[in-house]
């Protein structure tokens, strides 16, 4: 069972940049470094909203409305995702969520229905 743990949220405001880190437990690097991994958002009352994940190649793949503020990246020697947010307006408010299979890569790890394995969630707040 592999663990996600994230951090790095908080408050802040529009315009500035902020960088969420995920670190994965339970898990080797070895067979981490097979999984894709990315990230998700959620505000109260809807869905999780795929924001970008990343394949085993370092290949990333951003949702059509999450291109160029955010950008993803991994360390696999420290088991760890990365999502840099530049530019971040009160839109971004959200709990943001790490993501990770096994299996899922590209579009297809996109699909919230078809990750298996979640973090808790960081939040971040953003003030006009």
């Known amino acids: 069972w592999v663990r996600l743990v994230e951090s790095g949220g908080g408050s802040v405001q529009s315009g500035e940049s902020l960088k969420l880190s995920c670190v994965a437990h339970e898990v080797s690097s070895d067979a981490l470094s097979a999984y894709s991994m990315g990230w998700y958002r959620q505000t109260s009352g809807k869905g999780r909203e795929p924001i970008a994940g990343?394949?085993?190649?370092?290949?990333?793949t951003y949702a059509v409305s999450m291109k160029g503020r955010f950008t993803i990246s991994r360390d696999n020697a420290k088991k760890t995702v990365y999502l840099e947010m530049n530019n971040v307006k009160p839109d971004d408010t959200a709990m943001y969520y790490c993501?990770?299979?096994?299996?899922?890569?590209?579009?297809?790890?996109?699909?919230?229905?078809?990750?298996?394995?979640w973090g808790q969630g960081t939040q971040v707040s953003v003030s006009a």
């Open positions: 993501a990770a299979d096994p299996e899922m890569a590209g579009y297809s790890f996109l699909d919230p229905q078809r990750v298996n394995y």
């Open positions: 990343i394949n085993s190649n370092g290949v990333a």
